[in-house]
């Protein structure tokens, strides 16, 4: 039997023909159907339908042949018998091997059956994501579903490597409806805006909806991304190194040359843009959005912004992230995971040391959370680690990333 390993969009395309979140369709189209479709929009029997789904095999493939379908990974995921060539293009129905292995946010990858199962009666309004939902557009979305008395379904939609920020993105958009469900949906865009929309509609459609509302499109900042802005995010306790590590990281980019880099230092910002500031629970959020407002800015332009406070807790972590993707940008987050033993040890400014003697009351570690990421791109421990390894770790993530050259 064949093996072949399709795109990226043939593979998020086959997802939807197994799932049956493309129904009526059980494969890739005829060379018949994929005509009809380019000319009137619907299938050869008057099925309305928005976009040719083909799949391209090598041309020595005959009709009658049976292709195992593989993901990148080369797990088996479907066979294809093929019932006809169009040039380069194949057309049959596809069959699943097994169920599909996801990455971040499975739980979240549900076919239309299964959330179909779990929706109650009546109106339901889907809301399909391609980037985070500004405040407007949650409380339009909002008004809408009382207007209509409706559920919400969330559906973000995840494709490539910004599929992860959609979806948090999406689950944070679901705190503030309450009721809502999110569901994962590998449909991938297409150029043409309208086309992209019905596809949108009709997948929708297939997981129970009976409204749409297309979320609008994300703010992109294009090229790859060593042109793109980035945030580099270090969190971690007082004392764990991360302020070593990211000036270390700012140094070397300087000396390197090819971007233009902003520092924020924890302790810097707290003296100037934050003066006057407790620290308090609220006031430390507050500083951090600070922080994350400068950050997404210094992106937003293309510049690559380092950020070092301790930053204890994941909401507001959280909500850094989402400014930095809401203006386009990449953010990389760095927990520096040095043990409170060890920072304790090192207290070179003699904070741990009072915070136990109760002079430094909310003291993150000691009277104070410190809540730790599970989302992080990178956990560095600098327990016993020199700077320039530690600078180098980080340095290694952002040359693999394509960030920097």
Do not use: Q
């Amino acid at each position: 039997m064949t093996e072949w390993t399709p795109d990226a969009r043939e593979l998020a395309d086959l997802e939807l023909l197994l799932s049956g979140a493309f129904a009526p369709l059980t494969g890739f189209l005829t060379s018949a159907d994929a005509s009809a479709v380019a000319e009137n929009g619907t299938l050869s029997d008057g099925t309305p339908w928005p976009d040719p789904i083909t799949l391209a095999l090598p041309d020595d493939v005959p009709p009658g042949a049976r292709v195992t379908l593989k993901d990148p990974e080369g797990a088996a995921v479907a066979v294809l018998t093929v019932e006809e060539r169009d040039g380069h293009h194949a057309a049959g129905p596809v069959k699943a091997l097994d169920v599909p292995a996801f990455g971040p946010f499975a739980r979240l990858r549900r076919t239309p059956d299964e959330v179909r199962k779990d929706l109650p009666d009546g109106e339901i309004l889907a809301v399909t994501m391609r980037g985070p939902l500004d405040s407007t557009v949650l409380e339009d979305v909002a008004a809408t579903a009382e207007e209509l008395e409706a559920t919400v379904v969330l559906m973000p939609l995840v494709f490539g490597e910004g599929g992860p920020a959609v979806v948090r993105a999406a689950l944070k958009a679901s705190e503030r409806l309450p009721g809502s469900t999110v569901v994962a949906v590998p449909l991938a865009p297409r150029e043409d805006t309208e086309i992209d929309l019905e596809l949108r509609e009709h997948v929708a459609r297939n997981y129970g909806a009976t409204e749409h509302y297309a979320g609008p499109a994300p703010i992109v900042i294009p090229g790859p991304p060593h042109r793109r802005g980035l945030v580099v995010f270090f969190t971690g306790l007082s004392g764990s190194g991360k302020s070593t590590v990211a000036r270390g990281l700012r140094d070397t980019l300087l000396e390197r040359g090819g971007r233009t880099v902003t520092y924020l230092d924890g302790d810097v910002v707290r003296r100037l843009l934050s003066a006057g500031l407790t620290f308090s629970r609220e006031d430390r959020d507050l500083n951090i959005r600070r922080i994350g407002f400068v950050a997404a800015e210094v992106a937003r332009h293309g510049g690559l912004a380092i950020c070092a406070p301790i930053a204890p807790y994941a909401s507001t972590r959280d909500e850094v992230r989402a400014m930095a993707e809401e203006v386009g940008a990449d953010f990389l987050l760095i927990h520096v995971a040095t043990p409170l033993e060890e920072c304790e040890r090192r207290d070179r400014k003699g904070l741990y040391a009072k915070a136990r003697a109760g002079l430094i009351p909310e003291f993150t570690g000691i009277s104070d959370p410190y809540e730790e990421p599970d989302d992080a791109e990178l956990v560095l421990d600098t327990t016993g680690m020199t700077v320039e390894r530690s600078v180098s770790t980080v340095l290694n993530l952002l040359t693999s990333g394509g960030w920097i050259r």
